[in-house]
């Protein structure tokens, strides 16, 4: 009997990750909105909230609004990353998206999860993670545990790590170079099981002063 390859939604509920390759061109857009943001010319509809991220030299830049939100969106449901929604607890939605960005050395951070809650279990929510351009050393990639080992996942453009909230993972240490940054998107996706909802979303919040309305 031939045994067949693990799926992806299999790989994510076994090993708490997977990665999802995808045609980088669908970053076209972000890519735009991220000059946009840098350049203080974003269109008025669009809006960002800078919080700190783990480190002072981390910055996450939240949508804050749904027409935010859905550019971020539709680069995920355009592209081969939409198999996401189906992979965390086999019909998720995007509750909310940012770049995040590293401008200057950050040191060896701790090992976290995104979703330690014991309200929250495993297989109902997951973070979402690709580079928006290539980078190289100095700076980090992620390291991540399984199994009681360390291993590292490498960012590449058009390859993307969808993780589970309860996977321990860190940011490696990482260096800078003058005027540069290193950016990624990260898609926090979740589960619409009401059992669920209040906790996640309390953690979403936690990170935004003012999430966009799940409703809009
Ligand atoms: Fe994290």
């Not at 299999?10 to 350049?39: D, V």
């Not at 996401?84 to 950050?106: E, N, P």
């Amino acid at each position: 009997m031939t045994t067949l390859p693990m799926t992806r939604a299999q790989h994510f509920q076994e090993h708490l990750f997977t990665e999802l390759p995808f045609r980088a061109r669908h970053l076209s857009p972000l890519r735009r909105l991220y000059r946009q943001m840098l350049a203080g010319c974003l269109g008025e509809q669009f809006s960002f909230h800078a919080s700190p991220g783990l480190h002072p030299n981390m910055t996450w830049h939240y949508a804050t609004n749904p027409h935010t939100l859905a550019a971020f969106q539709r680069c995920l449901t355009g592209s081969d990353l939409s198999e996401s929604l189906s992979i965390v607890d086999g019909d998720a939605r995007l509750l909310a998206a940012c770049f995040v960005v590293v401008r200057g050395d950050t040191p060896a951070l701790d090992y976290h999860v995104d979703y330690g809650q014991v309200e929250i279990p495993s297989g109902v929510t997951g973070t979402m993670l690709t580079p928006l351009h290539a980078f190289n050393p100095p700076y980090g990639q992620l390291d991540y545990c399984e199994g009681g080992r360390e291993l590292e996942y490498r960012y590449r453009v058009g390859d993307a790590i969808l993780f589970d909230g309860k996977l321990q993972h860190r940011p490696q240490a990482a260096g800078s170079i003058e005027g540069e940054a290193r950016v990624l998107v990260s898609w926090s996706i979740a589960t619409e099981d009401p059992r669920y909802c209040f906790a996640i979303r309390r953690v979403i919040e936690s990170q935004m002063p003012d999430p966009p309305s799940p409703d809009a």
